[in-house]
């Protein structure tokens, strides 16, 4: 038998050890509800973060556009203009331009499909139609993201690489930048003199043409072009972000190359240009519909054209704003009013527009129904 010190010893131990056992069970229990709670919040914050951003991504271009729109036609009689649309408008006219914005379109297609080629890539013609149908349409509701629609309507519906078609895509991009570049030089050093003679003859005043601009007018100047940097800030941040797997910059390299190896380059150099003619005639033809834009040259419209080419690279949904803005701009620098000059470029936007989404919805269909 133990003595009753080692007996209130050993209680005192075991007292000792029990309250021990509730430190290390309290602790770890606070300590894993830490890391619980830490977990929680993390997939909260990250998830909100993450929605709060592709939120701005795509709120801002439409809150952009419509400001400059809202500035444009604050004061537009809509009464005036429904009438001129119903009663004015030539649409015979719209009609055959309608048919200029479907072509570039397939030809864009027919110059994919042989970028595509040499990399061993072979999607159907009709689906590549319907991708830059569909990519043009996302546009629409997400700036700039109709290039990763097209490569992955490839990839989902012909198996066609998407770094591969990715990189072609780049190419394109660098194509047309060249192609429209080399074509407004053209314009502005063809129409210069043209254009300073004008302006002398209708007694127009550069400098009280400039003088009509509003502060305003001025700020959406500057916020157009703050854009344009941004865009491509953008842009270029993202690249080095998706370049960051060598698989990928690999496919990616592969799709820029692949212009080398074209069987007929003479085929893929005639579409490019090809496409920005249709473009051009898919603008120019709309002068038609009305009086006071019938009677300005050609060599005229193609510069206002070019200017406005510019103009969409600003983020807003097909250049919703900043193209009004800049098309506006270029026709009252030829003589015409300012109202119909608003008037134009808002029912020309606004139809064209509405045909890239009716093709969208077209290539949806199309696309849907062959999956079955």
Same mark, same amino acid.
């Given at each position: 038998?133990? %003595?009753?010190?080692?007996?209130? &010893?050993?209680?005192?131990? /075991?007292?000792?050890?029990?309250?021990?056992?509730?430190?290390? =069970?309290?602790?770890?229990?606070? /300590?894993?509800?830490?890391?619980?709670?830490?977990?929680?919040?993390?997939? *909260?914050?990250? %998830?909100?973060?993450?929605?709060?951003?592709?939120?701005?991504?795509?709120?801002?271009? &439409?809150?952009?556009?419509?400001?400059?729109?809202?500035?444009?036609?604050?004061?537009?009689?809509?009464?005036?203009?429904?009438?001129?649309?119903?009663?004015?408008?030539?649409?015979?006219?719209?009609?055959?331009?309608?048919? &200029?914005?479907?072509?570039?379109?397939?030809?864009?297609?027919?110059?994919?499909?042989?970028?595509?080629? %040499?990399?061993?890539?072979?999607?159907?013609?009709?689906?590549?139609?319907?991708?830059?149908? !569909?990519?043009? =349409?996302?546009?629409?509701?997400?700036?700039?993201?109709?290039?990763?629609?097209?490569?992955?309507?490839?990839?989902?519906?012909?198996? $066609?690489?998407? $770094?591969?078609?990715?990189?072609?895509?780049?190419?394109?991009?660098?194509?047309?930048?060249?192609?429209?570049?080399?074509?407004?030089?053209? #314009? *502005?050093?063809?129409?210069? @003199?043209? /254009?300073?003679?004008?302006?002398? #003859?209708?007694?127009?005043? !550069?400098?009280?043409?400039?003088?009509?601009?509003?502060?305003? @007018?001025?700020?959406? +100047?500057?916020?157009?072009?703050?854009? *344009?940097? !941004?865009? !491509?800030?953008?842009?270029?941040?993202?690249?080095? /972000?998706?370049?960051?797997?060598?698989?990928?910059?690999?496919?990616?390299?592969?799709?820029?190359?692949?212009?080398?190896?074209?069987?007929?380059?003479?085929?893929?150099?005639?579409?490019? &240009?090809?496409?920005?003619?249709?473009?051009?005639?898919?603008?120019?033809?709309?002068?038609?519909?009305?009086?006071? $834009?019938?009677?300005?040259?050609?060599?005229?419209?193609?510069?206002?054209?070019?200017?406005?080419?510019? #103009?969409?690279?600003? %983020?807003?949904?097909? @250049?919703?704003?900043?193209?009004?803005?800049?098309?506006? +701009?270029?026709?009252?620098?030829?003589?015409?009013?300012?109202?119909?000059? *608003?008037?134009?470029?808002?029912?020309?936007? $606004?139809?064209?527009?509405?045909?890239? =989404?009716?093709?969208?919805?077209? =290539?949806?269909?199309?696309? #849907?129904?062959?999956?079955?």
């Amino acid at each position: 038998m133990r %003595p009753k010190g080692g007996t209130m &010893f050993g209680e005192l131990c /075991l007292s000792f050890a029990k309250v021990r056992i509730l430190l290390v =069970a309290r602790g770890c229990r606070r /300590l894993i509800s830490g890391h619980f709670s830490l977990y929680a919040q993390t997939l *909260i914050v990250v %998830p909100l973060n993450d929605f709060l951003k592709n939120t701005i991504k795509i709120l801002l271009p &439409f809150v952009f556009g419509v400001g400059i729109m809202w500035w444009m036609y604050r004061g537009t009689d809509w009464s005036r203009f429904l009438y001129a649309v119903c009663h004015e408008m030539n649409w015979w006219w719209m009609g055959v331009s309608l048919i &200029f914005g479907i072509l570039p379109q397939v030809l864009r297609a027919l110059r994919w499909q042989m970028a595509l080629a %040499p990399l061993g890539e072979f999607p159907r013609r009709r689906t590549c139609i319907d991708a830059i149908f !569909l990519s043009y =349409a996302t546009s629409l509701v997400i700036p700039r993201i109709g290039e990763v629609t097209r490569c992955g309507t490839l990839k989902r519906c012909d198996g $066609t690489s998407f $770094t591969k078609s990715i990189g072609t895509v780049v190419t394109e991009r660098l194509v047309d930048s060249v192609v429209i570049v080399l074509l407004t030089a053209v #314009a *502005i050093f063809s129409q210069m @003199g043209v /254009l300073f003679d004008f302006l002398t #003859a209708s007694g127009t005043d !550069l400098e009280h043409v400039l003088g009509q601009f509003t502060g305003a @007018g001025y700020l959406v +100047t500057i916020a157009c072009i703050v854009a *344009i940097g !941004l865009l !491509l800030w953008g842009l270029m941040h993202k690249f080095s /972000l998706f370049n960051k797997g060598k698989d990928m910059l690999r496919g990616v390299w592969e799709g820029i190359l692949s212009l080398r190896y074209v069987e007929q380059l003479w085929l893929y150099v005639f579409y490019s &240009f090809a496409i920005w003619i249709c473009y051009f005639l898919h603008f120019y033809l709309a002068f038609f519909c009305f009086d006071f $834009t019938a009677g300005i040259s050609p060599i005229a419209a193609f510069l206002i054209f070019c200017i406005g080419s510019f #103009a969409v690279l600003v %983020p807003t949904p097909n @250049g919703a704003g900043s193209w009004h803005f800049a098309v506006k +701009t270029m026709l009252v620098i030829y003589g015409v009013a300012e109202a119909p000059a *608003i008037l134009f470029a808002l029912v020309v936007h $606004t139809i064209q527009t509405s045909e890239v =989404a009716l093709l969208g919805v077209y =290539a949806w269909a199309d696309l #849907a129904l062959r999956r079955k």
